[in-house]
C-alpha cells in the first residue's frame, strides 16, 4: 500500500488533462475521480492521527457498573478489521480507464473529422470567387434545381418566383 500512496501523491492531475488534451466527459469523470481520491486521503490522514487506543482504567473510575467496562474491552480486544477484496474496485478503475480511453478516442475522432470539415470549408470560402464574376450558367451548373425551377415557371407563363412581390414590392411603374 506504499507505494500506491507514494504513487498517487507524486502524480500531477493538472498536468494530466492538458498533457493528454482530455475534454467533456472524460475529463469531468477524471476531476471527480480526483475528488473521491482527496476526500479519501483526507479521511485517512484524518484518522491515523486520532487516538488508536482507549483508557478503560479512566472509564472505571468514572463508572460505577464496572461489568460494562471489562464487557466493552473485551468486545475490543476479541475486535478484528473487516478486510475488503480491492480487486473489485480495482476492476471498476480499470473498465473506467478504458471508457476513459475509448471516450478520449471518440472525441479526437469526431473532432478531427469536424477539423477536415471546416478546413474544407475555409478553403471553398477562400477559393470563392465574388458574385461579380459569377455567370447564369456557373449558378445553374453549381445548383441544377435552379434552371429545373426557372424551366417549369416559363412553361406556365409564371415570370415571377412566388412570394417575390410581397417580400421585394412591385418594381412596374405602370
Known amino acids: 500500500m506504499a507505494v500506491g500512496r507514494s504513487a498517487a501523491s507524486k502524480l500531477e492531475w493538472s498536468k494530466i488533462t492538458s498533457s493528454l488534451g482530455l475534454r467533456g466527459q ?16 483526507r479521511k485517512l490522514n484524518l484518522l491515523s492521527s486520532s487516538p488508536q487506543t482507549v483508557d478503560f482504567a ?8 464496572q461489568a460494562i467496562v471489562d464487557e466493552m474491552e473485551g468486545h475490543l480486544k476479541r475486535f478484528k478489521p473487516v478486510t475488503y477484496d ?12 478504458v471508457q476513459a480511453i475509448k471516450n478520449a478516442e471518440e472525441t479526437k475522432a469526431s473532432v478531427d473529422v469536424e477539423l477536415r470539415d471546416l478546413e ?11 458574385w461579380e ?5 456557373e449558378v ?7 434552371d429545373t425551377r426557372t424551366e417549369d415557371m416559363v412553361r406556365r407563363g409564371r415570370w415571377m418566383p412566388a412570394g417575390y412581390k ?5 418594381l412596374s411603374f405602370m
Not at 140 to 146: D, L, M, S
Open 120 to 130: 474544407a470549408a475555409v478553403k471553398n470560402i477562400e477559393e470563392v470567387r465574388p
Open 133 to 137: 464574376d459569377l455567370t447564369v450558367d
Open 58 to 65: 479512566s472509564y472505571r473510575s468514572i463508572l460505577k457498573n
Open 140 to 146: 445553374c451548373a453549381a445548383a441544377p434545381e435552379i
Open 86 to 97: 480491492v480487486g473489485r474496485q480495482i476492476k471498476a478503475i480499470e473498465a473506467f480507464e
Open 166 to 170: 410581397e417580400k421585394f414590392g412591385d
Open 26 to 41: 472524460t475529463a469531468a469523470s477524471l476531476l471527480a475521480f480526483k475528488k473521491r481520491n482527496d476526500d479519501a486521503r
